[in-house]
């Protein structure tokens, strides 16, 4: 883009901008508005989870998991219970199965609502972003009518689940998908569509199927570039393979494959997802008792996992050893957002000041998991 | 009601002293004018913040006002943010070119109110009715860039650098638009004069329109909306924000002012939306006179239809900010030299021809 | 060409929607509103809840509450503990036996008789996460979080912000003078020489 060559600036974006999801700082060298070289420099949330996971027993590491990934509790907890129940060899119930996937698929549409609606305040726009956080307030008023919080669940043990649903839990939620189903359409139209949004996301950092499968991005931003990789069709997890439900993959829709307006698109289509599997667990879930198969004691045997799910921003894995006592040697985890990001500085050069944020907000990133 | 009024009042009553007299009328009519640019952001705040939390499905600001917490519509609300911002530390950065730093606000507040000085509120309300209304109004809204791009330089802080010349580059484009589009009711009218220009749209289309220049053909109409469009990028509002984006530079070029600075900025920048949209008004929508042809038109009246049209134009403007996104700075670049700029020129020959055909 | 035309077209189309949209939502305000005026109203609230009952809820995650009388001093709440905020000291006394000196009763609610004195049971609010992990092992269920199945003893209540912050550590275990204590750890002493 840049045709005159001017002397070059540093300019430092962060720790305290408005739109770096957190608190992350970029050093971005530029040439005017035109940015030529981004480094990200991370740590400011850093919470020693893997240090603090050495020191506190199994079930004591569930509520840090929550704050890794704050804005999808559920999906942590997911991939972290899933991972131990393998190592521990346990088969939970039923009901269990569904309950799980049925908070997660929810706590997938609360982190996209997030997400998508942070990505039109990014841009500018501000309306869409109070309404999705509407109605992302009613997922977590689901939420907690079930578990008692609101943002860090704790929801999910391993082999089981700590609160069983209200009684009237099937009809709250059939009541939320009904009348969350037009909500999408209406914000498509409010600001998907919006050419002043499509002209800002369609052809912008373009990030091409190669260039993210050698960076290791996942989840979302991965399928956006045209790749069909989802954790949960691939390597089914939980009771993900009774499930009818698509993968929404980039399709180009107003620019180059990849842009971020694909990003930000599939990131809607998989709302739409995941209410399928919400409604098709909901009518299929059966009576049972959740605390049936959780161990009354957690101490693994000696040996090691490493088990993926697919959480709201990607792949997320975790790595438990464990050497027989109550306490785990080691956990560590595979962070979806931190690949994301580190793929940001070879698709924003070239690019804008302005479409530098744009795309940073396309990628979804969430601080608290990227530093852990 | 206009300074020659005063200047000739204050001769009779108290005796020739001409440099007295002009000081006279200078002070009170700037004075009022003030007073309307204070009433006007207090007003225009307020509607905002209401405008935007109704979008919103937001209440707003329901805790000030009568009956504090009672929710009673925080009416108070504006008057609470003066007074914060009025005692609010006054900060100036140390590496900040002091003087630059300090005048920049008062060159901004010039700007707009030397703009309000030749609206015409009303037939027989208006401070100095200028033979070139049109033309001075223009002019004096590109005296504020002056003092943001000074504000930006001044600040010694990227984000407002960013800002300020984002800014500049973007008021002085959207100027050649909004006065190509200007142009149209000047040559409908044959008149810059402001009064004379709302005079000739008196009447009526049909019997039942009223005859406004911007209903009167079709090019007039498009000159209509490409001088709205463009004012609202003139006055910095969303979708046209960028020299502030507040995602993406923090404040822009207010970014290291608070307190009293601050508060300038801001009415000056409810000002500056008045003006535009007063004169959109004043141009295009007959200013004045009343909607309804011949109808309730007297000079009281007029000051409640002028700012009834006023107040409409500057919600549209809200409305514009609360809804869309923000555009990039090369495609603000793009809509004002491609889009608009060629369409107000084609206006320009459509008006000439369609008056030589139609009369 | 008329690629730039449509694009214009588009736009004013595209953009005259969202502003209906806009538009709407701001006329019906009076339906839409979603806002709480907090001090006047609190959730839940039964005009506009999404059909919730105050009973029905499985737990509500406020303030830790502890029912001192029927603690046994187990001392399992506080292992469970991720962020240990929880802090028990205990003496020993005669199993099921009253201390009138020191308010201590022989027995919990559920019969349980007790071995121990509580001397001290704090929990710092301001370091809990409220994972609710310390609830489940307690066996006399003395332990637990306000509201929810527990709204008959103690109602909900999510305002407990203090001037202090030390008086965010909550104090549950009666007050002992030292001479009490000592008069406590005696007969233990005696018993050991």
């Not at chain 1, 603090?52 to 907890?77: F, G, K, W």
């Not at chain 1, 709250?172 to 569509?193: A, G, V």
């Not at chain 1, 996942?218 to 790749?227: E, M, P, Q």
């Not at chain 1, 438990?320 to 040697?329: F, L």
């Amino acid at each position: 883009m840049g045709v005159i060559q001017g002397d070059q600036m540093v300019l430092n974006i962060g720790p305290q901008h408005p739109s770096t999801h957190g608190v992350l700082r970029l050093e971005v060298m530029t040439d005017g508005e035109i940015v030529s070289k981004i480094t990200p420099h991370l740590g400011y949330l850093h919470r020693c989870f893997e240090k603090h996971s050495e020191n506190v027993t199994y079930e004591q590491v569930i509520p840090y998991t929550d704050r890794c990934d704050y804005l999808a509790s559920m999906n942590s907890n997911f991939g972290y219970v899933v991972a131990m129940e393998e190592l521990m060899d346990i088969k939970v119930c039923e009901r269990v199965e569904y309950v799980r996937v049925i908070m997660a698929e929810l706590n997938r549409i609360a982190s996209h609502l997030l997400g998508v609606g942070a990505y039109g305040l990014d841009v500018g726009a501000f309306t869409p972003f109070v309404h999705m956080l509407r109605d992302r307030e009613r997922i977590l008023d689901i939420f907690e009518y079930t578990c008692g919080a609101r943002l860090l669940y704790n929801y999910m043990w391993v082999g089981g689940v700590s609160h069983d649903l209200p009684k009237d839990f099937k009809k709250i939620c059939f009541k939320f998908l009904d009348y969350f189903e037009p909500k999408i359409d209406e914000y498509n139209q409010l600001l998907t569509y919006n050419k002043i949004f499509v002209e800002r996301t369609a052809d912008v950092g373009v990030l091409p199927a190669d260039v993210a499968i050698s960076y290791g991005v996942s989840g979302t931003n991965l399928r956006a570039s045209g790749v069909k990789w989802d954790v949960r069709k691939e390597e089914p997890y939980s009771i993900y393979d009774r499930f009818d439900f698509d993968i929404p993959i980039g399709e180009a829709k107003f620019g180059t494959l990849g842009d971020c307006f694909d990003r930000y698109w599939v990131r809607i289509l998989e709302m739409k997802e995941s209410i399928k599997i919400v409604r098709q667990a909901l009518k299929e879930i059966p009576e049972g008792d959740i605390f049936e198969t959780m161990p009354k004691k957690i101490r693994p045997p000696k040996g090691s996992i490493y088990r993926r799910t697919e959480s709201p921003r990607g792949d997320l894995g975790y790595y438990i050893e464990s050497d027989g006592s109550p306490v785990p040697t080691r956990v560590k985890m595979r962070s979806p957002a931190f690949t994301a990001l580190s793929c940001l500085d070879e698709i924003s050069q070239g690019w804008m000041m302005s479409d530098v944020l744009c795309i940073l907000g396309s990628l979804d990133i969430v601080l608290g998991e990227i530093d852990r | 009601m206009t300074i020659d009024f005063i200047i000739n009042q204050f001769t009779e009553i108290i005796g020739n002293f001409p440099v007295a007299a002009f000081l006279v009328a200078c002070a009170s009519v700037g004075g009022l004018l003030f007073v309307l640019m204070a009433l006007n952001a207090m007003v225009a705040v307020y509607v905002e913040r209401k405008v935007s939390a109704f979008m919103m499905d937001r209440l707003g600001p329901m805790g000030q006002g009568p009956g504090l917490h009672a929710g009673k519509w925080g009416i108070l609300q504006t008057f609470a943010d003066a007074i914060k911002l009025l005692i609010k530390e006054d900060t100036i950065p140390k590496s900040a070119d002091q003087i630059l730093f300090k005048v920049a606000p008062f060159i901004i507040f010039i700007g707009a109110i030397i703009g309000l000085s030749a609206l015409p509120f009303s037939s027989s309300i208006q401070a100095v009715d200028l033979n070139v209304g049109v033309f001075y109004i223009i002019a004096a809204g590109s005296i504020g860039v002056i003092g943001i791009v000074m504000a930006g330089w001044a600040s010694n802080n990227k984000w407002s650098l960013y800002g300020a010349m984002r800014s500049a580059a973007q008021i002085i484009s959207y100027e050649i638009p909004a006065g190509l589009s200007i142009i149209v009711p000047i040559m409908m009218s044959g008149t810059m004069n402001l009064q004379n220009l709302i005079e000739y749209q008196s009447g009526s289309i049909f019997g039942i329109f009223p005859n406004w220049i911007m209903f009167q053909n079709p090019f007039a109409f498009l000159a209509f909306f490409i001088f709205f469009i463009s004012a609202v990028a003139e006055t910095n509002r969303t979708p046209f924000d960028i020299p502030e984006a507040e995602s993406e530079l923090v404040a822009g070029w207010m970014t290291e002012y608070s307190g009293f600075r601050w508060a300038v900025f801001f009415l000056s920048e409810y000002a500056n939306m008045f003006v535009v949209s007063g004169l959109a008004v004043a141009g295009f929508m007959g200013g004045w006179l009343s909607p309804i042809p011949g109808f309730l038109n007297s000079p009281v009246l007029g000051l409640f239809w002028f700012f009834g049209k006023v107040s409409f134009l500057i919600f549209v403007m809200m409305w514009f900010r609360w809804t869309f996104p923000r555009l990039r700075v090369d495609q603000l670049m793009y809509v004002c030299w491609k889009v608009f700029i060629p369409i107000a020129m084609l206006n320009i020959f459509g008006v000439g021809i369609w008056k030589l055909i139609f009369g | 060409m008329s690629k730039y035309f449509t694009n214009i077209y588009d736009t004013v189309n595209t953009l005259w929607t969202g502003m209906r949209i806009t538009f709407r939502h701001m006329m019906n305000i009076k339906k839409d509103n979603v806002t709480l005026q907090y001090p006047e109203e609190r959730w839940p609230r039964p005009e506009r809840d999404i059909g919730f009952e105050l009973e029905d809820y499985n737990v509500i995650r406020t303030r830790l509450h502890v029912d001192i009388d029927d603690c046994i001093g187990c001392f399992r709440c506080e292992k469970a503990c991720p962020v240990d905020c929880i802090k028990i000291d205990t003496i020993k006394a005669g199993r099921g036996e009253d201390i009138p000196e020191v308010a201590h009763t022989g027995e919990t609610s559920n019969g349980t008789k007790k071995g121990f004195v509580v001397s001290r049971f704090t929990i710092d609010m301001s370091e809990c996460c409220y994972c609710n992990l310390c609830t489940y092992p307690c066996p006399e269920e003395c332990i637990f979080m306000v509201g929810g199945p527990h709204s008959s003893k103690h109602p909900i209540d999510y305002e407990f912000s203090e001037v202090d912050r030390n008086d965010l550590i909550y104090q549950f275990a009666k007050k002992l003078t030292p001479k009490q204590r000592n008069d406590l750890q005696q007969p233990k002493e005696k018993a050991k020489a």
